[in-house]
């Protein structure tokens, strides 16, 4: 893997993105894919989880843009297919089937910890032009209690998360009401 050529290849796609969605976010969930690798001790294709990682983000725009780059890198077919695969298999809802899509889907939900998930929420409200309590709404309704994941190391930790955001929703709209 020429990380170099990655990240040339898909910074553009992200330069546009929000502060919760851009290149930092990507960095951010490859060091939540470290950490459940050194704590689970998964046997895992890991440069196909880091390539997925970069193209969580594009797969559903793009993905045929990811695989014809993915083959001008002379990457297996079988290995595209992996790496395609794990990159849906890390957005909510997916379920994901594969060992790499489960570490980096859940990468994905615990990236930050509780408090970034919170903040994560507001930040991604207010970007898409939400009022605060159109924010909260859609929280309540789409996110707090839904995120899942599938991992002995990240279930408590998402469990945590969840309870963490259902409580801080519901104190901050109690406040503002």
Not at 22 to 44: A, C, F, P
Not at 128 to 152: H, M, S
């Amino acid at each position: 893997m020429d990380k170099e050529k990655l990240v040339d290849f898909v910074t553009p796609y992200y330069a546009n993105k929000d502060i919760m969605h851009n290149m930092w976010h990507i960095e951010l969930v490859i060091k939540y894919v470290d950490r459940i690798l050194n704590s689970g001790h998964y046997q895992v294709d890991y440069e196909s989880l880091i390539y997925a990682a970069y193209f969580h983000g594009l797969i559903y725009s793009d993905e045929s843009i990811v695989i014809d780059w993915l083959r001008s890198q002379n990457i297996e077919e079988e290995k595209i297919r992996l790496i395609t695969t794990i990159a849906h298999e890390s957005q909510r809802p997916e379920i994901p089937q594969t060992l790499e899509g489960k570490i980096l889907h859940d990468a994905h939900v615990i990236e930050g910890g509780k408090q970034y998930s919170a903040v994560k929420c507001l930040i991604t409200g207010s970007v898409r032009g939400q009022t605060l309590l159109e924010t909260i709404d859609y929280v309540e309704k789409f996110i707090a209690d839904k995120n899942k994941c599938y991992l002995p190391e990240t279930i408590p930790l998402c469990e945590e998360s969840n309870e963490y955001l259902k409580k801080f929703i519901q104190t901050l709209k109690e406040d503002i009401r």
